[in-house]
């Protein structure tokens, strides 16, 4: 069955430092994979998505994402953390068998001013 | 543009009663999707409706029960509720139109639901 890990539950991070947010999913296939924001009391926002092809995609507000096959991971990833990207971050697969999207835990992040 | 939109936004029910929840999906989009997220956790995939049609499910009960109509809009509803049912709600929206599913979706802001 698939599954999301986020093994982080809570960073905190320097505001202009960099940020690495884990992800590892279990499917058997090349999934789908999409990194989604939550702030505080809101729904979900779309940060990035990888389908196919260049394994380092770019999404919104200066986010990227690389898959990784041979480690089953798909990492989030800024080059340096504003005040304002402190909220939960969610890692999620999609593959067709199920026709469903799975979420992981998610990874709280605070900024430190 | 406008993006899913949910009602109501909150609301608080006592044990053993019924509630509903609406959703109107982003235009273009005639796929909709309710996930429950427990406090602390990610969202948990309930069902989703194409064409009136729950298309799939989660692992809920019966309890769980959901409507989509002819304008793509949808209802979910929850009877003898529960102290464990209380989480914030989302609906979300997809485009299938006879496409490949790619999973991507659209959420809403949510309805919290807490029950006393």
């Known amino acids: 069955a698939q599954s999301v890990t986020q093994p982080d539950i809570h960073i905190t991070v320097s505001e202009g430092a960099s940020l690495e947010l884990r992800c590892n999913y279990s499917y058997g296939a090349t999934p789908y994979l999409f990194w989604y924001v939550q702030s505080p009391g809101q729904g979900l926002q779309l940060l990035l998505k990888?389908?196919?092809?260049?394994?380092l995609v770019q999404g919104i507000k200066g986010f990227e994402a690389e898959f990784k096959r041979s480690q089953s991971s798909f990492n989030l990833r800024k080059p340096s953390v504003h005040w304002s990207d402190a909220a939960e971050y969610f890692c999620a697969v999609f593959g067709g068998a199920t026709n469903k999207l799975i979420f992981g835990t998610g990874t709280l992040l605070a900024v430190q001013p | 543009d406008a993006g899913v939109t949910q009602s109501p936004t909150h609301l608080i029910k006592t044990r053993g009663q019924q509630v509903t929840l609406r959703c109107s999906p982003k235009s273009g989009h005639d796929t909709v999707s309710w996930y429950q997220q427990a406090l602390g956790q990610g969202p948990q995939f309930i069902f989703q409706y194409y064409e009136e049609e729950e298309r799939q499910r989660g692992n809920f009960p019966d309890r769980f029960s959901g409507h989509q109509f002819p304008n793509y809009s949808s209802e979910l509803n929850v009877n003898a509720l529960l102290l464990g049912d209380s989480a914030l709600y989302l609906c979300?929206?997809?485009?299938?139109?006879?496409?490949?599913?790619?999973?991507?979706?659209?959420f809403g802001e949510g309805s919290r639901l807490t029950v006393l």
């Open positions: 979300a929206s997809s485009s299938l139109g006879g496409r490949a599913d790619t999973g991507e979706l659209f």
């Open positions: 990888y389908f196919s092809g260049d394994t």
